[in-house]
């Protein structure tokens, strides 16, 4: 028999079982929690250099809570980042053979890096050394500026995914992380109601201008390809829509009208409940966006 017709019935029956690639949902919550833990996280930080600036009778309250709380959460960052790997027991591959062209292993070297310092900013803080604490700040601060940004490039690199350009995704990042430190900061209690009332305007700020970003992601990415097309109505009118405007009304437009309230009447009782509504909001909205493109099968 001919070695090339041999197979020939088996190949006449064969039938087209899947004729799309789509391997469902890979990026689930754990990554969701990995973003939002890193939003609080850095923006603590970010947002508590600027306030220890700006008014030093109050340095003793960011100093103590800018490490413990950014320690803690990025701790819940790398938590939420090992589990979520496929041989999550091979995570230390990373640092033994790196890859300094893959976005995951550049943001497991900055955020383990990053943790570092903030656990040496803790121990500064414990022993009160002052000195050893200011020096850390900065080194610290542009750390946690690349670490809140680094999750843009690496979900900018995915295939098919128009909603998820880098520069968009950067902006997000960063209005993410001024969101949550501003609102950490809210929720554990500002020591006076001046700075509070600053907070607030970070905090509405902060939420205005994503949400702008948001609505225009909204309006104009149809435009972009049939594949954004589906996104946006996945996210609009399909099963994610109530997840998305929920989201959108407690992570950005409650808080931002709070704080602007808050702010021009001098009311900063309020602001606790928009900064728990704005963290809450945060995660829903995360976790719509980085959900809906994942439902559009790869062809």
Known sequence: MDPLTADAPVLQSATVTLDALHSGVLWGWYVTMNMWAKSVGTGVLLVGVAMMHRYGQSRAFYRR?????????????LLFTVLD????????????????TS??????????????????????WWKKNDALYDRLIVPTVVLAFFATIYTAALMGQANA??????????????????LSGSATFLILGSPTNEESISLGWVLSLSAAVALLIFLGEVVFAPQKSEEAEYVIHTLVSGRLGALFAAGLVFGFVLPAALGFLSAKVNRPVALRFAAVSALAGLWMVKHAWLIAPQLLPLS
């Open 65 to 77: 809570w800018m490490p413990l709380v950014g320690f803690a959460f990025i701790g819940l960052t």
């Open 85 to 100: 790997l496929h041989q999550m027991f091979r995570f230390w591959h990373m640092f033994v053979w790196p890859h300094t």
């Open 103 to 124: 976005a995951i292993n550049i943001g497991a070297w900055l955020l383990s890096a990053y943790s570092g310092l903030l656990a040496l900013m803790v121990f500064a």
């Open 161 to 178: 995914r128009e909603v998820w350009s880098m520069p968009t995704e950067t902006a997000q990042m960063l209005l993410a992380a001024t």
